[in-house]
Nanobody, 120 residues
């Protein structure tokens, strides 16, 4: 019911910036929560940031607070992650995640992931 297409990853030097985008399409038109997770080599997947439908509530991992900003455009069903002051430890595959209601149950969908590499 939901397809997620991520873009914006790449190679950046420490201190640089990147902006990730994730566009959702399909039969679902409203997502209660949209977010970004990441998984570095040898690590478990972790939450980076999330944002509720109205954009009122955002949640960030402590490691990215003050550097990353999550936002969403409901008209486009797109969620963004602005990443500034990037560090080598931010290197990971970043995954988009959305949650929505289907037949009264909360469902979740994942994007295919986009690689972010922070290196000089």
């Amino acid at each position: 019911q939901v397809q997620l297409v991520e873009s914006g990853g790449g190679l950046v030097q420490p201190g640089g910036s990147l902006r990730l985008s994730c566009a959702a399409s399909g039969s679902i038109v409203s997502f209660s929560v949209m977010g970004w997770y990441r998984q570095g080599a040898g690590n478990q997947r972790e939450l980076v940031a999330s944002i509720t439908n109205g954009g009122i509530t955002t949640n960030y991992a402590d490691s990215v607070k003050g550097r990353f900003t999550i936002s969403r455009d409901n008209a486009k069903n797109t969620v963004y992650l602005e990443m500034n002051s990037l560090k080598p430890e931010d290197t990971a595959v970043y995954y988009c995640n959305v949650r929505y209601k289907l037949l009264g149950y909360t469902q979740s969908a994942w994007g295919q992931g986009t690689q972010v590499t922070v290196s000089s």
